[in-house]
């Protein structure tokens, strides 16, 4: 019996995971990507590329750390640095591909027109796929194929949004999204409003749909600053700000971690000390309503100072442009700008499959009220941990439950399942937006596919990666300690990712550290607050 036929769209971080678990469960799969390279947003060019979603700027470095974007089963090289920069998280992807033999199953300049039921789909659940070369300027070049599964990875932000405010088309200066922003040179000498209201939370603005892009605003303040003569900053709502690195260690390894689910107001805690250390949010005026677990993760180690120096001012949200200048929602207004540039997020790309099927996914991976699961979403959704170990996951339960090897719940146990979800969302991030707190939902699904690590049965194996699991950072190695796909290694890599996590930054041999008799050892914060968590964990264990 022939193996079957899977078709995956796109090829970033989310299509690449998903060929990678397609082939790993014996599937006949094939990728299409409408580019000449692997890589999606991480893929860099000097030029925006059609349809390309979020750009990348010539500085970006990634605000995750290296050990907690990775996937479950594939490392960074050992020279990678703690927080990579946009190169080595596309280097990582191709080593990656080429690792797992990925390439071959992957067609380039191969753009999808169309995605249709086949007239068999009823009985069989079978997929028409209509392509056409990229580059193809005949209407005629297209070619239909036939597939038993299909697997849509085009990624969550794909069309710049600018918002309709009043007054945009008398401005006289130039305006732009972030999409485009490469590096500050062509404002040099300007005075520039840069608009991040929607990712600061100012819902009535946005179409419920959109999904916010919080850390391009301000890179692109930070990023313009040192050359604009003025830098303004519209922040609308306000957000937290993070620094990539707090006590010691990358941030993500601090707030992404299973305990939290447990005490989410000591994490709330931690977020605003953390966020307040790194400046002042009350006197440089960008504090928002509510506390940092309510935002998306926003991180950003220089605006602060930028903020301090007067290079960036921060101002409240846009509600009017004027024709040299905007008006702001408190009546004040900001006159002689030069350039806006809008950091206002991105519209979704539902052409292939529909609103309806998209936004109402069990899991956020198989749309519920197709009558045959053989589609599914991987990384359409807006993510609070990095985005690979999400569709990696996601990935994982497609490719099983195509290959037979898992059974989804009853539709209406599917349905229930996902109003629990966007209740719990909303309780999280509001109506209006759509971001997950995916490491609960990642954890979800690997329950439902039997690789969720639990803390019994791994304390056999190590008691060191056992506590890790709970009180640790979420590291995605651990999805690869049982269960299918679990590996000899998984066990030695979640006891070396610490130490992977800054093997980049080791570069010096230090001297001896001579002991001082006028200090004394003080632990961070955050680790006198997890000890206090750990101690009355065990004593209601010991109770009970």
Not at 24 to 31: F, K, P, R, S, V
């Amino acid at each position: 019996m022939s193996a079957k036929t899977v078709a995956i769209i796109g090829c970033g971080v989310s299509g690449i995971t998903a060929l990678k678990s397609c082939l790993e469960q014996g599937l006949d799969a094939t990728c299409y990507e409408m580019h000449d390279n692997i890589g999606g947003t991480w893929y860099y060019t000097k030029h925006i590329r059609d349809e390309q979603g979020p750009g990348i700027y010539d500085f970006l470095i990634t605000n995750t750390s290296r050990e907690m974007m990775r996937f479950s089963d594939f490392h960074f090289p050992q020279n990678t640095p703690v927080f990579p920069q946009h190169q080595d998280v596309h280097n990582y992807l191709c080593e990656y591909a080429q690792h797992f033999n990925l390439f071959s199953h992957i067609q380039f300049n191969t753009k999808v027109l169309s995605l249709n039921k086949s007239p068999t789909y009823d009985t069989t659940g079978r997929w028409i796929i209509q392509t056409t070369k990229s580059d193809s300027k005949s209407a005629d070049d297209i070619d239909t194929k036939e597939y038993d599964n299909v697997i849509i990875s085009t990624g969550f932000q794909r069309h710049p949004f600018i918002p309709d405010i009043e007054g945009l088309s008398d401005f006289k200066g130039t305006y732009t999204h972030s999409q485009t922003f490469k590096n500050g040179d062509p404002y040099k000498d300007k005075r520039v409003l840069v608009i991040g209201e929607f990712m600061m939370g100012n819902f009535n603005m946005y179409p419920s749909f959109l999904c916010a892009m919080p850390n391009s605003a301000l890179d692109v303040s930070v990023g313009i600053a040192e050359s604009a003569e003025q830098v303004y900053l519209s922040v609308g709502a306000g957000c937290w700000v993070c620094p990539r690195n707090a006590e010691g260690i990358p941030i993500d390894t601090l707030i992404h971690r299973r305990v939290w689910k447990l005490f989410p107001a000591f994490l709330n805690r931690i977020m605003r000390r953390v966020s307040e250390a790194n400046f002042n949010h009350t006197e440089f005026c960008i504090r928002p309503a509510r506390g940092p677990i309510h935002y998306t993760g926003t991180v950003n180690d220089d605006l602060g100072s930028r903020i301090a120096s007067g290079k960036i001012k921060v101002v409240s949200g846009t509600v009017k442009f004027l024709p040299n200048g905007a008006k702001l929602d408190d009546g004040t207004e900001i006159q002689d700008i030069d350039a806006i540039i809008f950091a206002t997020g991105f519209r979704p790309d539902h052409s292939l499959l529909g609103q309806e099927h998209v936004m109402n996914a069990y899991k956020r991976v198989f749309p519920i009220d197709l009558p045959k699961h053989s589609l599914a979403l991987v990384g359409m959704l807006g993510s609070n941990t990095p985005t690979g170990p999400v569709s990696e996951m996601q990935s994982r339960i497609a490719a099983m439950t195509f290959a037979g090897k898992h059974r989804l719940p009853e539709r209406k146990i599917m349905q229930a399942d996902n109003e629990r979800w966007e209740k719990i969302k909303t309780d999280y991030y509001g109506p209006k937006k759509l971001l997950w707190p995916t490491l609960r939902l990642m954890d979800e699904i690997a329950e439902e596919i039997g690789v969720r690590p639990h803390f019994s049965n791994v304390f056999w194996k190590s008691p060191t990666v056992a506590l890790q699991i709970v009180f640790g950072p979420a590291f995605s190695a651990h999805y690869r300690l049982q269960g299918d796909g679990a590996t000899k290694e998984a066990v030695n890599d979640c006891l070396k990712a610490w130490k992977l996590t800054t093997q980049g930054a080791k570069l010096r041999k230090l001297p001896p550290l001579q002991k001082d008799r006028f200090s004394l050892p003080v632990p961070p914060f955050y680790h006198l607050m997890l000890f206090t968590i750990i101690v009355f964990c065990m004593a209601i264990l010991i109770v009970a």
